[in-house]
């Protein structure tokens, strides 16, 4: 959002350089900049003790591809409590623990997300009303059923990289029990 008024006084705003910033949104009134705005996100690839990740269908973003767990950001919260809060509201599971993996600008809906892997021991799933059906994929299966990274889905990306890590933590394990065995 970009302001032209200051919203708390109603004045016009006019173009100051600011530092760095260069030329800003002022508002003599208020003697304050006015950034731009945008929405924030938390999107969570959510994986439970078997290895396999949540899909949701939710035929108000997609008919064709399935979706991870998102929200939007309230303010007061912090990204890893939207991602805790999102996930227990559409799916009805607790995390246990959640690991930042990226923040993404996702053009399409000019927002800024912030992708988790969340971890869970639960695997009963208990839908909101947001969403229209959810299940357990095969992380593999999934990178198929999800938006295409290519597309600049955040939901792709994650996917990807979350399935690059546990090739790379096989390959980890596989090398250590490797070096123990010679022991």
């Given amino acids: 959002m970009r302001f032209s008024y200051c919203p708390d006084c109603g004045r016009p ?4 350089v600011l530092g760095d910033e ?3 949104p002022w508002c003599e009134s208020c003697d304050r900049p006015w950034f731009e705005m945008f929405p924030s996100a938390a999107i969570v690839l959510v994986v439970n003790d078997d ?3 949540a899909l949701l269908n939710q035929n108000y973003i997609s008919t064709v591809y399935k979706n991870l767990v998102s929200g939007y950001i309230k303010p ?4 890893e409590e939207t ?4 996930v227990e509201e559409e799916i009805g599971v607790r995390l246990h623990a959640v690991e930042l993996q990226f923040t993404r600008w996702f053009e399409k809906a000019g927002v800024l997300m912030v992708g988790f892997l969340g971890y869970t021991h639960d695997r009963a799933l208990k839908l909101s009303c ?3 059906a959810a299940g357990w994929f095969d992380p593999a299966e999934a990178l198929a059923l999800v938006h295409p990274k290519e597309t600049g889905s955040v939901s792709g990306v994650l996917v990807d990289l979350y399935l690059q890590k546990r090739l790379t933590d096989a390959a980890s394990q596989e090398a250590l029990e490797e070096l123990h065995a010679r022991d």
């Fill in 76 to 79: 007061g919260e912090s990204a």
């Fill in 83 to 86: 991602a805790l809060r999102e």
């Fill in 13 to 16: 705003l006019i173009q100051k």
């Fill in 51 to 53: 290895g396999k990740v």
């Fill in 130 to 132: 947001e969403v229209d």
């Fill in 22 to 24: 260069g030329k800003v």
